[in-house]
């Protein structure tokens, strides 16, 4: 291990160097806790187009629960961040009639 001599520089500098230094960061923190950043949200077709998938099974999807919507007025939207972290949950198999099923 090496060792680090510090010269021209006494303990009370040091020590209000760090404090500085820390006074910083923690403002950095704090600003970022105090204004968070808003969440993005999606249009149905934004979805659908994202996922591959037409907007009746967006549809079928977020009444099985699978995918959360917001309403919003008459409008239906769909966090971005919840939107891709259920795609990795969907794993998707045709049905012999065609349709899909969701494996849990």
Excluded at 12 to 37: D, F, M, Y
Excluded at 41 to 48: G, I, Q
Aim: glycine residues 6%; hydrophobic residues 40%; proline residues 2%.
């Amino acid at each position: 291990m090496s060792q680090l001599f510090l010269q021209g520089i006494n303990a009370n500098e040091l020590l209000e160097s760090l404090g500085q230094l820390v006074e910083k960061r923690l403002e950095k923190v704090l600003a970022q806790i105090n204004h968070p950043t808003k969440p993005k949200f999606l249009t149905r077709k934004e979805v659908a187009k994202i996922l591959n998938i037409t907007l009746g099974t967006l549809n079928d999807w977020t009444k099985l629960g699978w995918i959360q919507c917001y309403k919003v007025g008459r409008r239906v939207l769909y966090k971005e961040s919840e939107v891709f972290a259920n795609v990795e949950k969907l794993a998707l198999h045709k049905n012999k009639k065609g349709g899909y099923h969701y494996d849990a």
